[in-house]
């Protein structure tokens, strides 16, 4: 019992701390799993790359930098805990990969997997898991321009308990991707100049329960701006920042519902309305918004007006530190506002890179409470495609 709660906990609410009950409205999604950064380089910088050097990594964050990768393919798998504090078998997994066709086009994908590790229930063994897969094609427009489109299978078993009416839920999303990057001059120095826009997930609702009730997808809205400055020969620094939305449109919350069918001084904290508030989430049309109309609705849409939906966009930024583009050293810090996800934190990291093979580990201190990544050490090993030529003579 003790290991489902936890489940439930990091799915339903996404690892957030609760604020003052009566202001936390956090946007809620299903498949939360999507939102986790997957490799260590990103998750060291604050938790962004929009617009950072391409790498193989891109594929999360912009699939749009491949063009203008350095080497033609490249591959990388990535591991990261999840509460690891307080379970030891609940983890994310990603494999991604790219190949460039000649100067001006890519192919990328990636396999995301998320394990919730074992649940006991009476005689069996449950093992509830998240996992997506999605491809993607990029084009170089110009020698400083590109663009990219992509594909993704969403696939969520939550299934833990056989008694229970829950099925698995599958569902469809594409990306769109843009990615500029020129030099500009800095006094005396010749920096490159990176901007980079990333809208994922823009697809269909899932769903648990046969299609009763459908939830939305994590559709994000990412924009980035990074810099690139020379030290000198050998050593180089970059400086980086992402903004993101949740083009969701904000769930009414049950503190709503209370309010308005028994007054404001009504308290309820055991959820034994939880039927009629589902009814009256049904009668107000929340459940019937589709996918589109959910993007555009959720730019107009929170309770608080105009303050609130500022409240909803989150920011990270950071800088990464190289010396030779051998050794790295990286620093960031990651921002959601306390009435809705409510996670803070500064990230620290390294990475090491040969003809071969790149290591990036990061690490996560979080300034708020219940974060599941706080304390944790995270890898990606990488493997470009050009060295690996080399080594085999070819």
């Known amino acids: 019992m003790k290991k489902t709660l936890l489940i439930l906990s990091a799915i339903l609410l996404a690892t957030s701390a609760m604020a003052q009950k009566d202001m936390f ?96 229930a009476d005689n069996y063994v449950i093992r509830p898991y998240e996992m997506a897969i999605d491809f993607a094609y990029s084009r170089m427009l110009s020698e400083t321009f590109s663009a990219s489109v992509g594909l993704r299978f969403i696939h969520s078993d939550l299934q833990y308990n056989y008694d229970e009416d829950i099925t698995s839920g599958q569902a469809f999303a594409a990306d769109i991707a843009m990615f ?32 009763n009730t459908n939830q939305f ?66 009668a107000g049309g929340y459940n019937d918004i589709s996918p589109i109309a959910g993007i555009f609705q959720s730019f107009a849409d929170a309770p608080g007006g105009f303050r609130e939906e500022l409240q909803e966009i989150y920011w990270g930024a950071g800088v990464e530190y190289a010396y030779n583009n051998q050794f790295f050293l990286r620093g960031g810090y990651h921002y959601e506002n306390e009435y809705k996800s409510n996670r803070k934190y500064f990230t620290l990291g390294t990475g090491f890179k040969m003809n071969v093979f790149s290591l990036d580990a990061a690490y996560l201190i979080s300034m708020a409470q219940s974060n599941p990544l706080d304390q944790t050490l995270r890898f990606t090993l990488s493997f470009d495609m050009d060295g690996i030529r080399e080594i085999m003579g070819r």
């Not at 020969?233 to 904000?250: G, H, Q, R, W």
């Open 217 to 282: 997808i994590p559709t994000n809205l990412r924009l980035g701006a990074s810099i690139l400055v020379p030290i000198d020969e050998y050593n180089t620094i970059s400086f980086s920042a992402d903004v993101n939305k949740l083009m969701v449109p904000t769930k009414p919350s049950y503190r709503q519902f209370l309010n308005e069918e028994f007054g404001e001084d009504f308290v309820d904290d055991s959820y034994s309305y939880a039927s009629e508030y589902q009814s009256w989430l049904d």
């Open 180 to 211: 500029y990057t020129n030099y500009v001059m800095l006094g005396r120095r010749e920096c490159l100049f990176n901007l980079g826009l990333n809208a994922s997930n823009i697809g269909s609702k899932i769903s648990y329960d046969g299609g």
């Open 25 to 120: 409205n956090p946007v809620l999604t299903g498949v939360t799993s999507l939102s986790i950064a997957p490799d260590s380089r990103a998750g060291a910088m604050g938790d962004v790359g929009a617009a950072t050097d391409p790498d193989v990594n891109s594929q999360y964050w912009n699939p749009a930098k491949y063009p203008f990768a350095i080497s033609p393919a490249g591959f990388s798998l990535a591991y990261t805990p999840w509460l690891r504090q307080l379970v030891s078998d609940i983890d994310l997994a990603n494999l991604v990969g790219y190949y460039r066709i000649g100067d001006y086009q890519a192919i990328s994908g990636s396999l995301t997997y998320f394990s919730l590790g074992d649940v006991y």
